[in-house]
């Protein structure tokens, strides 16, 4: 069975990000980042920080997490 994946509209993102303002750094990093990427989260989970490279702006994604 396939379920339809119905993305969140532009008011739905900006009512999200200023809600997360609230929440601890970690979450507003994480929501942030799933947002703006669309990884996964198993693929948030298994990110380390030798895979983000601040000065151009890339993550690399090379591995997730089963979950």
Excluded: F, N
Aim: hydrophobic share 40%.
């Amino acid at each position: 069975m396939h379920k339809e994946i119905v993305p969140y509209d532009e008011e739905e993102i900006r009512a999200m990000l200023q809600v997360l303002q609230k929440e601890p750094y970690h979450w507003r990093m994480m929501i942030t980042l799933a947002l703006t990427t669309g990884m996964r989260r198993s693929e948030l989970l298994g990110m380390e920080w030798k895979q983000i490279y601040c000065k151009t702006g890339v993550i690399d994604v090379q591995q997730s997490v089963s979950i």
